[in-house]
């Protein structure tokens, strides 16, 4: 977990300095991985997040609970004033990897740390699979339905 003190220089907050009241914040790696894990859907040519096993389980988990589960197939190291981020990707087939690569980073950076103030040191993305049009297994689709049946 992050954790700052609102009264350094490295304050995120409002510090007693600014006539504020001092204290500090702590960041859990859950946030970190939540925020890394909304800005990856937000890019395009991402299919989903996860290998099969774990949207599997997250499929169950998303039914159960209702809502689907933001951090899933994204695992982050919190320190004190630093994070590295671990992506595990499936992308859409005829997507640019490098290019896509590139604006994950960019949108994960730059989300990470506006709403964090960390700063992100790393961000390592592993591209498990492409994602065929047509080839929807049930259940692992994120809830799109198939063409062919209403």
Same mark, same amino acid.
């Given at each position: 977990?992050?954790?700052?003190?609102?009264?350094?220089?490295?304050?995120?907050?409002?510090?007693?300095?600014?006539?504020?009241?001092?204290?500090?914040?702590?960041?859990?790696?859950?946030?970190?991985?939540?925020?890394?894990?909304?800005?990856?859907?937000?890019?395009?040519?991402?299919?989903?997040?996860?290998?099969?096993?774990?949207?599997?389980?997250?499929?169950?988990?998303?039914?159960?609970?209702?809502?689907?589960?933001?951090?899933?197939?994204?695992?982050? #190291?919190?320190?004190?004033?630093?994070?590295?981020?671990?992506?595990?990707?499936?992308?859409?087939?005829?997507?640019?990897?490098?290019?896509?690569?590139?604006?994950?980073?960019?949108?994960?950076?730059?989300?990470?740390?506006?709403?964090?103030?960390?700063?992100?040191?790393?961000?390592?993305?592993?591209?498990?699979?492409?994602?065929?049009?047509?080839?929807?297994? #049930?259940?692992?689709?994120?809830?799109?339905?198939?063409?062919?049946?209403?």
């Amino acid at each position: 977990m992050a954790s700052t003190d609102t009264s350094g220089s490295t304050s995120t907050g409002t510090s007693a300095k600014n006539g504020g009241p001092g204290g500090t914040t702590t960041i859990a790696d859950n946030v970190v991985a939540t925020i890394a894990g909304i800005a990856v859907r937000e890019s395009d040519g991402i299919y989903a997040l996860g290998g099969s096993a774990s949207r599997a389980l997250g499929s169950v988990r998303d039914r159960m609970s209702k809502a689907p589960d933001p951090s899933r197939g994204v695992k982050v #190291e919190v320190g004190e004033t630093q994070t590295a981020v671990d992506l595990d990707v499936i992308v859409e087939y005829g997507e640019p990897i490098a290019e896509d690569a590139k604006d994950i980073r960019t949108r994960v950076t730059d989300a990470v740390e506006t709403m964090t103030g960390l700063e992100v040191v790393e961000i390592n993305i592993n591209v498990l699979d492409v994602h065929l049009p047509g080839s929807d297994d #049930e259940g692992e689709d994120g809830g799109r339905r198939s063409d062919r049946v209403q």
